[in-house]
């Protein structure tokens, strides 16, 4: 991509594409996903939004959770911006990193509101991996352990870190990252959106876009059974977003 392009040019340079299994265990699915062009039209420079959100499993309610935490992303980054907008100001990689944050704190209570009306939805919540891409940048915010990869140069790097116990004992050096396959607390989460627990610190990152850089987003069950060193291949080995999926 050619630094001279139009922000639109550029855009339209991207290739996308999504697919969802229900595995071999569930007998439904609780992933929901965003792809999302707001490059075009009235309120160009918007980006692109992408997120992949997993309804946690084995409670009441995930599917329900993951997909208002989608619909209300979209709903919020577009109001959100679109006030930007009106008041004169850009539409800078800062400022939508302040704004997903703080959207994450929004979908948080609503989902925890909707929890309470419902005895069927009691105790729903959701992993929530959104991505905004820019032009040459991406601005991150993330809860839970969904994920968000980037293939440059053949170099796979998790751009995303993991809310779960296990990661934390990995990181105060209680545990060895080649044992979590094993423990038996792998997929306890220390933070998802629309528990009883209200949201902690939200993850966000502003990095850098090159041409040539590939990324997945994904839920942990395509990680728990998938390495990375096999998702690093598949993803350097093919060019079309769908023979990759």
């Known amino acids: 991509m050619s630094k001279e392009n139009s922000s639109q040019q550029w855009f339209e340079r991207i290739s996308v594409a999504f697919r969802t299994d229900i595995g071999l265990k569930r007998s439904a699915n609780e992933d929901s996903w965003i792809i999302e062009d707001c490059s075009r039209g009235r309120y160009e420079g918007l980006g692109m939004i992408f997120a992949v959100a997993d309804g946690l499993g084995g409670h009441k309610g995930g599917a329900i959770a993951s997909r208002m935490a989608c619909k209300s992303m979209l709903t919020h980054y577009y109001e959100h911006m679109k006030y930007l907008i009106h008041k004169g100001l850009n539409q800078q990689s800062i400022q939508v990193r302040k704004t997903l944050s703080s959207m994450m704190y929004k979908i948080d209570e609503a989902i925890r ?6 005895e069927a939805l009691a105790d729903m919540g959701t ?3 959104a991505m905004v891409l820019l032009k040459e940048e991406a601005v991150l915010s993330h809860i839970g352990d969904s994920r968000i990869y980037r293939l440059r140069d053949m170099k796979l790097t998790q751009l995303t870190p993991d809310h779960t116990f296990v990661q934390e004992m990995i990181d105060e050096g209680e545990m060895r990252a080649e044992d979590v396959a094993t423990h038996p607390l792998r997929h306890m989460l220390t933070q998802a959106l629309g528990t009883e627990e209200p949201i902690g ?13 590939k990324f997945l987003l994904c839920s942990d069950g395509l990680t728990n059974m998938v390495p990375d060193n096999i998702i690093s291949q598949v993803l ?3 060019t079309n977003p769908e023979n990759i999926v």
């Open 113 to 118: 509101t909707k929890s309470h009306t419902d």
């Open 127 to 129: 992993t929530l991996s």
């Open 201 to 213: 610190s939200v993850f966000t990152d502003i990095i850098s876009v090159e041409a040539g850089d």
């Open 236 to 238: 350097g080995s093919k």
